[in-house]
């Protein structure tokens, strides 16, 4: 053992400095690199989720509903030894004199938090202290963010609604918070003694109402047990270990996207694996053969063999695994954030991944060799014709496909995304190399002319000649190139779309909030804001659940897609119209005749009807505030929700839901420099909450480049994997490639023609590779743009040219480091080391 | 030229004598009988070797001679149990040979035989005293570092131990590879055009060298070449044409 071990260090040690190592494990440790990064940033996300739920809960668990929550839940909580604590949460407009700001509000009582503590900057020299604690009565605490959009500093005043409270503390860290994603709004803590004096909540407000629990493990399950079957519509548990639904939902996707991401670099440095294997194999084969020759057995050939894969496994992996560890700072800086705000240390949990992937990858890559060196006939050695080529036999490819299935059935989590993704990467590969080899053979044509001097033409014709190898080349690169294409014209054509798509005087503030005797007040300000607006539309707001479709009882349990199961168990909210909305377009069914004002009838947009479910003439029975209501869908509407205007997902006739009470909202431009009018306006009407949509847009631009950024970092490595799988094809031809440049020396070429060849070949898979990547990422992006997300595509000529000159410095690079070394050697020492 | 150091300055020191293989003992080192050996099927079937029968005594020396395809590197590989024939038998020191699974000859090979190819086929990850001793440590083989060592001052290496074949001259590969083959004291001694790829000059000397370390161990050599000079320096040389051999 100690002679097999000691031999297999030493050849690869060999196999090393002779360079047929290097591609080989570079292509392994980005492999592993890619999809330890992932799952360390993901890992330390959950982490953070599982070990710290209670922190983000403020208790050991929650009871969350979207109104106030029964007397008997903090009584029976009680009866069980539980502590119970009281907070809401709802957005309203903070205002600092002449300056506004929407803001999340929370409320608590004086036991919250339960469990964990805040970090709260409580005097100006910047000391953070962690209390648990909260506010006291007629004092808040406020995020930085607020506090620099409002000119704040301790000890200012804050108007929330009807009243002035004392800024006493900075909010510097608050576990029970997600990140930026998932709150546009800063916060802003008080105590819940003050809220009923801010008269913010009215009727048709939305709060979120929560019961914090804490104590004993055992008595919280008991409760948690007894409580759940009667928990009532729009109220739910959530534990430590399902708290942030929301955050987990995002991770989820986000483990999914970038694991699936990563995973397309797996694949194309599986593929760079398999070309740089060959000269490690050849190599060993000689090696193999000359120690069967001196009595080696079997077993001895194959031990070696399997301890050089197991050292090669453990040193890509390792390497790997301290990349992805740095590489998962940067995931985390740029995407991080969106999550949670602290994120824990990451766990060992991905080196273990990691290393796992690397033994998988390489042992499978090396097995069929093992086997076929294992067997190798003796009499090699004395004939010096090593024909043993296992990797022709599709056979020994099952390994490494069998793995790469098992993977992306495993990121994938779901057997039609695995199956998506294995078809997508199929048809791509398939595109790209039917490309390729048009391109190859229009190359091969062009070569032939006159027009071409013969060195050139010898450069381009090499494609052809090595048309496997070139596809390969071409594959590996533009498939790199492709994804970082998409990602960028993705986003530049949704970023430009939303801009564009939306007229100069589009409405840029919306309120909603608005009571029923402010109606006409708000549509006179309106009017004097702005003198386009003669009459202004203020829309009614009911907000009610849907109980039943056709008299049958409707249930989240009864749908599988994530959005039917959200708007099953929220509140809709209603409105009321006697005309249609001008941008809306009815796709089937009638709108109501004026006669028709107050029958029950419904008209619903399109999107909606189809993830419920819902046919023109079914029948939909709301329970608004306790009543219940059947209207019957008359009409499907298609609404076009990025124009900014008001719209609402169903719609009845003017007076069918008139015995309802209802709040109000409306939207419209307030043109630059008039903030002072809605000033007086909010402070006239405090109640009102105003959502300025240019200040989310810039929040939702501001996380789109900061996700595009973290998931360029995994795109990046597709890229590399790419310009590695171009490498290992080179050092695969590498031997060939010699004997061709000794020969063209022998026979007289000079030093400058065979580089002026090469790089001429180098060029034109540069130039072909390019032309693929353009030519199938515009396409993607022509399909995804038309048929997915809806905007007008436009092919960006600049990006194309971009990947062109990219290309061309890249693949000609790789190529001259790979074939340097041996354009300065005189062609006799050349054909002697043949 | 890449023979820089000068190959007649190393001594032949024959003070420590190898042991004579005790194994063959009152029977021929190698007998071959009725071998045969095919490839390719009906019309494309070519007879290399053809009921081909051959003796060979303990400590004989025997050339093999034949022009290029002759198919001498196949009859070696076939005594060295690097190919199995088509039908006959090779047996070595009156054992089966050729019938052994490929293992068992590999472990036959390892304790009985050595090796001198054209090509040297030193294996460049290991000095030349690891070259040396890879054999026999193959072959468990306790003391073989000390043999290994011996056998290197024997052919004139003593300086060069710790030298990758990349840092030694053609000449001094060979003799590395002289000395892996003869340091575990084979009974055989298969030498496949062991100065092919020298000059003649460093040729000549990797030839008296073979000879004489040949004539101390009483190895039987069977040299395969097709240099006719070379040949005679054997104690028999024979032919391979057509499959079968015949003496000159």
Redesign the interface.
Known sequence: MM?NLKLAW??L???WQ?GDLRVLLLALVLAVTSITAVNFFTNRISAHLNNQGGMLLGGDAVIIADHAISQKYSAEAKQHGLQASSTLEFASMAINSDKNQLAEIKAMDDKFPLVGDFGVQFSAEKTVRNVRARPAKGEVWIEPRLANALKLKLGDQLELGAIKLKVAGILLREPSRGGDMFSFAPRVMMHMYDVPATQLIQFGSRVKYQLVLAGDAEKLKQFIGKMTPKLQRGERIEDVKTARPEIRSALDKAETFLGLSAMVSVVLAIVAMLLASAPFVARSQ??AA???????????IENIMLIQTALLAAIGGLAGCLLGYLVQFGLAHFAGKLFLENLPAPNLTPIAVGLLLSFAILFAIMLPHIRALK?I???Q????NFVLNPSRLWLNYLPVITVITLLIFLLAKTFTLALAFLAGIFVICLVAGVLAYCLALVLHRASQSKAISNTIGLGMDNLKRRLGLSIAQIIGFSLGAMVLMLLVIIKTDLMQSWQSSLPVDAPNRFIINIQQNQVAPVKTLIRQLDVNQASPQVFAMIRGRLVEKNGQPISAEMFTDERAKRLVSREFNLSSTAVMQADNKLLQGRWWRADEAAAPLLSLEQGIATTLNIKLGDTLTYDIAGSKITLTVTSLRKVEWDSMRANFFAVTPPETLAKFSASYMTAFYLPKSQDDVLNSMLQQFPNFTVIDVASMMNQVRDIMSKLSIAVSFVFGFCVLAGVVVLYAALVATRSARLQEASLLRAFGASRKQVSLMMLTEFVSIAVVASIVAVLVASGLSYYLSRFVLDIPYQFNFLLALSVLAIALVLIPLAAWLVIRGYLNVAPKQLLNSI | MLLSESESEYKLSLTHQPKKSTLIKNTSAILVTNLSKYVGEGANKIEILNGLNLQVAQGESLAIVGSSGSGK??L??LL????VPTSGAVEIGGQPFSALD??AR??????QMG?V?Q?F?L????TAL?NVM??M???NKKDAKQLAIETLEKVGLAERLQHYPKQLSGGEQQRVAIARAFAPQPAILFA?EPTGNLDIATGERIIELLFSLNQAANTTLILVTHDVQLAQRCGRTLTLQHGQLSAI
Do not use: H, W
């Open positions: 002679l030493q050849q040690r060999s196999q002779a000689e090696t000359l120690l069967r020759c001196f009595g080696a057995s079997k077993a001895n067997n006939p003796t009499i050695i004395l004939r010096r | 590197s196949t070696l590989a060295a149990g690097l190919d490929e293992d590999a472990a036959m090979r390892g304790g090796f190819f090509s086929q294996l460049p990850t290991m690891e890879l054999p440590q193959l072959a496949d």
